[in-house]
């Protein structure tokens, strides 16, 4: 081929593959593909079509590219080959690798800007093709748990405002339903919270929260009826003043009980001495006889313990008789 056909067939190509991106981005023209999968996990991206697989044996290079957003300024290019050359694509990235027998980028351990646009070009001797895909990588949701933000009682009725939190995911989608009961109860926005106003014979019902993003669906279940149920600490503080109250006299009681006892002992010793002193009386009793002895006595309480005796001298007379 001479100089000047050549060269009008790379600005032919060039003009072609300008066209085909821009109507592949900026224009939409391409219908992208789009692939939902779970962040983390390795996967494989299939850049390919019926088309291109018949015509790979035409193709001089083939251009893998990425952006952020259609349209984008900026693309990354992954990928760039000549297929007749064979073995592994040159200069790939350590996360990223290219399956030339069945046109498939594979990516391992995904990352959240691994997200975008994927175009896989095919150029060929005279036209330029080109296929593209929608990659979105969503956090797998875990289980939901449900908390109690308020409480009241009122009239028997129970009330309640209840929270349905998830720790890890993204792009949630919340839902409240009450079990053996399809329909959905009606909340505002998707909200995550839910208003129960109950009577006594619907607090044992179980309601279902459920989560969800395109991925990943988990679900947590709650009856009312415990939380209803008042706690007697929490509903009657009236109690815990009565208690106070009763134990409050009780301990003066005993406080005059002690006094009581104090005063009267103490009594008992200021008598004591007196009864000490008059319990020490000597008695004597005398007897007559011609020995007239005295017995000395000393009473100690109920005995009496002799100390002595003392002699007296018997008074003589003398008789006169007549003859």
Request: net charge negative; charged share 20%.
């Amino acid at each position: 081929m001479d100089p000047k056909g050549l060269l009008s067939l790379n600005l032919l190509l060039l003009l072609s593959l300008a066209f085909e991106l821009s109507c592949g981005t900026g224009g939409h023209s391409i219908d992208c593909r789009k692939i939902i999968q779970r962040l983390g996990s390795n996967i494989v991206l299939p850049l390919t079509y019926e088309g291109i697989n018949k015509s790979m044996s035409k193709s001089i290079r083939i251009v893998v590219t990425m952006e952020t957003s259609p349209g984008s300024t900026f693309k990354k290019k992954i990928v760039s080959l000549d297929p007749s050359e064979g073995g592994s694509p040159p200069n790939l990235e350590h996360r990223y690798k290219f399956h030339l027998e069945n046109l498939s980028l594979e990516i391992l351990e995904s990352r959240k800007e691994d997200e975008g646009w994927y175009f896989m070009t095919v150029e060929q001797n005279f036209s330029v093709q080109q296929f593209c895909l929608e990659l979105r990588l969503y956090e797998e949701v875990s289980t939901p748990e449900i908390k109690v933000l308020n409480w009241t009682q009122q009239s028997g009725n129970c009330s309640l405002m209840l929270a349905c939190t998830v720790e890890k995911g993204d792009h949630v989608v919340y839902s409240w339903n009450k079990e053996m009961d399809a329909h959905p109860l009606s909340l505002a926005n998707d909200s995550h919270l839910l208003y129960l106003t109950l009577g006594p014979q619907h607090v044992n019902n179980a309601y279902i929260c459920t989560v969800s993003n395109p991925i990943s669906t988990r679900s947590q279940i709650f009856i009312p009826g415990p939380s209803c149920r008042p706690n007697p600490s929490e509903s009657k503080p009236w109690e815990l003043y009565v208690w106070l109250s009763l134990g409050a006299i009780a301990g003066i009681m005993i406080l005059n009980v002690i006094i009581q006892l104090l005063r009267r002992r103490a009594k008992a010793d200021h008598v004591q001495p007196t009864m000490e002193a008059k319990s020490l009386t000597i008695y004597a009793q005398v007897q007559n006889s011609d020995v007239s002895p005295i017995a000395f006595f000393v009473w100690d309480g109920p005995v009496m313990f002799p100390i002595g005796f003392l002699v007296s001298s018997p008074q003589t007379s003398d008789i006169h008789g007549s003859t």
